[in-house]
Every structure is written in C-alpha cells, then in structure tokens.
C-alpha cells in the first residue's frame, strides 16, 4: 500500500506526465507516429510520458520494480511475487493520434497479484482518478488533493443496463453476449476511461473479448474496486496481475451489484464449445440409449437421464444410491419449454424471467401430460431449472427433452465441481447393477460452485427450500415481497436433509485454534500460525466469497484426499452468497 505522501507524490508525478502529454497533443502531426512489432502505433509521446513516468516512480519507491508498456526490457520481469508497477504511459494511442480526447495515463502497484492502488490521469481534461485508503476519488481541473471528491459505482438495476460492449471488432460470443444481457444503452467510449465512468456509476458492464494487456486495465480494476464494483475473468474470479507475457484473457467489468447473473459470465469461456461437439453427438446418443451422462452446469456437474425413461430415471437412483422419496430437478433450454410441464404462478414468471438462464430452481404444481407425470415420477410437484452453461444448454437443446440430473456425487457426499470429482464418485468402472455412466462431459470448473437456489413457486409468497447462489435478499427485492423459510415439520423438498454436503472427515466452524490432526480451510489471510500446516486450502486470499463459493467443494474434497481426521474451517462472513456457504458447511458438519 502507499502513503499519504507518496499519494501526493503520485499526484504530481500524474501532473507532469499530463503537461508532457498536451505538449505533444497540441503540436501533433503524423511524422511522429511509428509502428511496433506488433503493429500498434507508438508516439513521441508515448515515449516522453514514458521516461517522466519511470523516472518519477523510481524516485518516489525506490526498490518497486516497473513493468511498463513502453520498456521492453521490463516484459522478461518474472518475479510477481513481488510487489510491482505496471505502468502504460499512454492508453489510447489510437484516439490520441485522432484527435480524440479520450486518452489516459496508468499507473498501477500489484501486491499478491492484485492491483492495490491505481491511478488513471486523463491529460486532456486534467483529471485525475485514483484508490486510495479503499475508496475511489476523482481530482477534477486541478491537482490539490484536498479537492478530491469520492466516487461510487451505481446500483445495476437488472431491467435498464449500459454497457460499453462496441468494440470496432466485435465476437461472435460479444454478439451472442448482448443477445442475451439486452443493454438499453451502449455508450461507446476509448481507453481506460471506462473503468471511471463505471467507476462513478455512469455505465454499469464493461464486457471485453478482444486483446488487452495488464496494463492497460489493472489501475481501471483497483478505482473500480474501490468504487464498489471489480473485475472478473475466466471461471468467475477476479483478474489477476503477473500472468504469463502480462496478457489478460476475456474479462468483464462491473459496478456494484449484490450477485452476478452467471448468463453475464458466459462470454469469458464460451469460445471453446466448439471443440465439444464430437462430445456432444456422442453425449446425446448415450442419453437416448437410456444410459446416464455427466455434464457440466454452471453450479455443479449434474448426473443426467433422460426425462422421458422411468428405466434411465431409476438408475440415477441407483447410480447414487440416493433415497427413493427424493425427487429430481428436470433440467429445460427455455422457459417456454419449461411451461410445458408445470404451471407458472405470478412469483415462478417474475423469478424465471429475472434469473434464468442460472442457477434457480423452480418447485410449481405439475401439469397433467405424459411427460410431466414422468419427470415428476407421479408426484403433484415438479422442479425445473434452466442451466447457463453453455455446454449444458446446448445437450439440452440437442436432445429436446428435459433432462432430469441431480449433483453428479454419491448420496449425502460432496457435489461434483469437476470432472475428475465425477470420475472419483463412480469409476473405475462407470457402472454396477442397473446403471451405466457411459459419458461425462469434461469440462472447466462450474464457476458458481454451489447447487441452485430451489424455491417453492407454487403460493402467492416464495419458500426457499434451498440456499445457493441467487440469494434471499436478491429474491425478495426483485418481488417485493417476504421469502418465507420452509416449515421444519413438513418437509416439503426431502433434499434439504440436515446432513448433506459431507466429507468423509470431521467439518467444525468458525474455527480459531488448531486441534491435532486437522487440515484447514481458510478465508482471507492465512494467520501466521497456520502457514506451515500441508493441509490447508485457501478459499480465497482476497476474501472474495464468489470465489469461495466456487472452490468450497474442491476445498473440502481436497483435504478430504489428504487424509485428514477433522476440517477446520475459519469464519466466512454471513451475507450475499456467504449464507449459501455457510448453509453447506453446516450440513457438511452435522453427522447423523
Ligand atoms: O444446481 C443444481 O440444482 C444441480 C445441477 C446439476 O442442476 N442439481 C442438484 O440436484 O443439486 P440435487 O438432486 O442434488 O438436488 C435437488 C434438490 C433436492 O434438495 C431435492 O429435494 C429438491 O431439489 N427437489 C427436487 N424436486 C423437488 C420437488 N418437487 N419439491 C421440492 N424439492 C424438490
Ligand atoms: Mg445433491
């Protein structure tokens, strides 16, 4: 972290940078302009800003060192395990040497991989932005820092989103993207201005498919994140700085919003389904043959039958050896596909319209046709949910039929978040008396982690029979109404047993000193007097409960392969997703 000195120090260094840049901008003709390896254009500028940029750093921290756009030398540094600088004296060449105002200076420090302050300088305005003490601030036609005003990203309100998604090449999954999120705004704006603009609530998603560097958005991520909003990359997680040759992968910005719809995410890995479909023609054929396949979802991998065989049902059943008297959630592509089979209240078209493609489950009363009553198994209650992912979506789609699929584990174990989590559970052999797991569909991490949230439709107030991803909060603010908790002596969803969710060793919470033969799970920094411990999985380093959310299952399953008698698990904060965690933790611990 900086000082307040070195803050102002910092200020003024932006100041310089800014004045040099101007100079060059007034004075600009296109004799100046050259190319580099790769093509882009590079300025005088771009080299002036460049020396005054490293120059003043140098002196302000003497022994950080600097990764810098324009210092090729830098682009071998190797040790990001130390603090360091990524500097881009000028983001926006393109738009300087346009004539287009929307140019900036960057600078930002990373610290255990993550951009612990950042400063964006854009010359023309003479603005500043920065993070600093947690908050972001914006210095505006001048350079004092008592002038600095605190900036905040706006709420997203789901049904009227901006984005700045044009991009003068756009992708087939950025096509696909705006297809499916609707923005009633795209506001279409150069360089890492769009990181304050999310910054101080003007747009809320900032979705990026095409090339980007570290440093042209690790500054934009630290005043985002300090406004309130972040930065999310492949599987859900927050960008991480230091990566192999400093290139990002697909990511989407984000101002301030309690959950991300997991449709919103789709685009940072949807480019590689292609390469499934041999896996896909093949994955369809063996569900028609009534065997079992195991697919990828967004919250977990599911053990698929399909819905229209009571003999490929039966040997989920078997398969899992799970209780008979525990229904299954049909899996849909569509809404309307969904209607077939149950009937549709006021609150299921709200939650449906509001959180499908995800991770909700619908509980409504079963309609009366053949189909129906199969995936109900005869029961007057059906529960529907369609997937996000875009692997699953698409087996759906292919097949045409609901496919039913509970977690793809053993009864009362832990869910499956990966492949080779499937594979542990049912192999070596994929089959036993009355079942055959012909195919599992290998693909990445489920980015949610955790089971669907299930919600009873059928009344006139939502019962949640299930927490997960889409929590309480999110459900009741969208239909302004109470969410009831279900009634302990009926109970309506037999899934929600008090002892689920299990490793096979002891799980304990909120847990604070060692005991004797114990692994741990732990959140945020991990204390000093743990950090020798072998068994220990780190749910997530920077206390971001998304990201413990999606390795919970490979934490538990991890110190589970190691051994260990007891899990220690330290406190995670109960709010947002927290609760979901939580709630699985405690049927994790609970042994009957
Ligand atoms: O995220 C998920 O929901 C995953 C993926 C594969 O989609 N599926 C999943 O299924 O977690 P399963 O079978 O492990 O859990 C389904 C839960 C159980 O708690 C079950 O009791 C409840 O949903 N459920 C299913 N049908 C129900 C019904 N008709 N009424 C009440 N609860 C029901
Ligand atoms: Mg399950």
Not at 8 to 29: G, P, Y
Not at 372 to 390: D, E, F, W
Not at 482 to 492: F, G, S, T
Not at 494 to 505: C, D, I, R, T, V
């Amino acid at each position: 972290m900086i000082n307040s000195k070195q803050l102002i120090n910092m200020i003024n260094l932006a100041k310089e940078c800014n004045l040099c840049a101007m100079s060059f901008f007034r004075q600009l003709d296109n004799t100046q302009v050259i190319f580099k390896k790769d093509e882009s254009p590079l300025t005088k500028a771009d080299i002036e800003v460049n020396k005054i940029a490293i120059n003043g750093l140098k002196k302000i921290f003497p022994n950080i060192s600097i990764v810098s756009e324009e210092l090729e030398s830098s682009h071998n540094f190797l040790e990001n395990d130390k603090p360091f600088w990524l500097v881009d004296p000028i983001d926006g060449t393109k738009e300087f040497i346009n004539k287009n105002p929307n140019f900036t200076v960057n600078f930002a420090l990373i610290k255990n991989n993550l951009p612990v302050f950042g400063l964006i300088a854009q010359p023309f305005t003479d603005t500043i932005w920065y993070s600093f003490g947690g908050k972001a601030w914006k210095i505006e036609k001048d350079y004092k820092i008592e002038k600095s005003e605190q900036i905040q990203c706006s709420k997203i309100n789901y049904n009227k989103i901006s984005t700045f998604s044009s991009s003068s090449h756009r992708s087939k999954e950025l096509e696909d993207w705006i297809t499916l999120v609707k923005p009633q705004k795209d506001i279409n704006i150069g360089s890492s201005i769009k990181f304050c603009h999310l910054a101080e609530g003007k747009a809320d998603l900032y979705p990026r498919t095409s090339p980007t560097m570290e440093w042209d958005i690790a500054a934009g991520h630290s005043i985002l994140k300090a406004a309130g909003g972040n930065v999310y990359c492949d599987a859900g997680l927050e960008m991480r700085y230091g990566k192999v040759n400093f290139k990002n992968t697909n990511f989407l910005a984000f101002g301030k919003t309690p959950y991300l719809p997991p449709k919103f995410l789709l685009f940072l890995n949807k480019h590689d389904v292609d390469k499934y479909e041999n896996d896909l023609v093949q994955a369809k054929s063996e569900l028609l043959k009534q065997n079992l396949v195991a697919f990828p979802t967004e919250t977990v991998y599911g053990l698929g039958a399909i819905g229209s065989s009571k003999k490929a049902i039966k040997s989920i059943y078997t398969a899992k050896r799970r209780p008979s008297n525990n229904p299954l959630i049909a899996h849909t592509f569509s809404k309307k596909e969904a209607e077939k089979y149950i009937e549709f209240t006021e609150i299921a078209n709200v939650l449906a319209n509001n959180f499908w493609p995800g991770p909700l489950t619908i509980v409504g009363q079963t309609k009366k046709n053949k189909i129906s009553n199969i995936l109900s198994q005869g029961k007057s209650t059906l529960a529907i949910r369609v997937p996000s992912h875009p692997l699953a979506m698409d087996l759906i789609k292919r097949v045409n039929i609901p496919i039913l699929a509970p977690s793809a584990n053993l009864s009362g174990g832990v869910s499956p978040t990966k492949a080779e989590h499937v594979k542990k559970d049912f192999g070596p052999h994929f089959k036993g008396k009355g079942w055959t797991l012909s195919k599992i569909l290998d693909y990445e991490t489920s980015y949610v982690g955790i089971e669907s949230t299930v919600v009873d439709c059928r009344g006139e107030k939502p019962i949640i029979l299930r927490h997960g991803y889409i929590t309480k909060e999110m459900i009741s603010e969208i239909l302004e109404t109470e969410v009831l908790d279900p009634n302990d002596d009926e109970l309506i969803s037999p899934g929600l047993l008090k002892s689920h969710y299990s490793p096979k060793a002891d799980v304990f919470l909120d847990q604070k000193i060692s005991m004797e033969n114990a692994g741990w799970l732990t959140f945020g920094n991990t204390p000093k007097s743990l950090q020798k411990n072998k068994n220990l999985f780190n749910l997530s380093p920077s206390k971001n409960l998304f990201q413990a959310c999606c390795l919970l299952y490979s934490g538990l399953r991890y110190l589970d392969s190691k051994g260990v008698k007891n899990i220690q698990v330290m406190p995670i904060p109960n709010i947002g997703i927290g609760v979901a965690i939580n709630d699985r933790l405690q049927r994790a611990s609970c042994k009957l």
